[in-house]
T-cell receptor, first 113, second 115 residues
Framework: AQSVTQLDSQVPVFEEAPVELRCNYSSSVSVYLFWYVQYPNQGLQLLLK??????LVKGINGFEAEFNKSQTSFHLRKPSVHISDTAEYFC???????????FGRGTSLIVHP | DSGVTQTPKHLITATGQRVTLRCSPRSGDLSVYWYQQSLDQGLQFLIQ???????AKGNILERFSAQQFPDLHSELNLSSLELGDSALYFC??????????????FGPGTRLTVL
């Protein structure tokens, strides 16, 4: 069965600094990987997804993620964060053929001025 | 705006009561998913419907049930409510492409408070 571990529950960072949110997954088959963002009092919104092909995936709002099969990781990065990036970020994995993703517990990104 | 609507936005009720949460998927999406989000459990998948039929079940209690109607909107029914059922309930929808590569589009959620 698939599982997702988000290694940090909270990541504080100063505005304009780079950030990396870590995600590791466990699965015995091929997977699809997703990052979602949840702003306060809102639903989840897709940032980016990896289905196949290039391991570097670019998403919205300047975010990107790299799929590393040997490390079973899908870390999310942004070179320079803004105050408006303060939100909860969820990594999710679904196994090929399954329509039900498993979500991590989330990482709270807190951007300080 | 994801195009998925959920009503009501907030619901406050008492233990032992029954409530119904409603979800309208994005235009063209055939599949609806229900999730429960709480501080202690995180985001938990409850159930999926596809074109009116139940397709997958997750950690859904027997006190909870759902259905998807011919117009594709869905309702989640929660009965014999307990304090621990207080949570955010999200609905998501997707097209359902082959292989499970779908993007799910989430509604704004219904916050349920059981007193």
């Amino acid at each position: 069965a698939q599982s997702v571990t988000q290694l940090d529950s909270q990541v504080p960072v100063f505005e304009e600094a780079p950030v990396e949110l870590r995600c590791n997954y466990s699965s015995s088959v091929s997977v699809y990987l997703f990052w979602y963002v949840q702003y306060p009092n809102q639903g989840l919104q897709l940032l980016l997804k990896y289905l196949s092909g290039s391991t570097l995936v670019k998403g919205i709002n300047g975010f990107e993620a790299e799929f590393n099969k040997s490390q079973t990781s899908f870390h999310l990065r942004k070179p320079s964060v803004h105050i408006s990036d303060t939100a909860e970020y969820f990594c999710a994995v679904s196994e090929g053929g399954s329509y039900i993703p498993t979500f991590g517990r989330g990482t709270s990104l807190i951007v300080h001025p | 705006d994801s195009g998925v609507t959920q009503t009501p936005k907030h619901l406050i009720t008492a233990t032992g009561q029954r409530v119904t949460l409603r979800c309208s998927p994005r235009s063209g999406d055939l599949s609806v998913y229900w999730y429960q989000q709480s501080l202690d459990q995180g985001l938990q998948f409850l159930i999926q419907y596809y074109n009116g039929e139940e397709r997958a079940k997750g950690n859904i209690l027997e006190r909870f049930s759902a259905q998807q109607f011919p117009d594709l909107h869905s309702e989640l029914n929660l009965s014999s409510l307990e304090l621990g059922d207080s949570a955010l309930y999200f609905c998501a929808s997707s097209v359902v492409r082959a292989g499970g590569s779908d993007t799910q589009y989430f509604g704004p959620g219904t916050r349920l408070t059981v007193l």
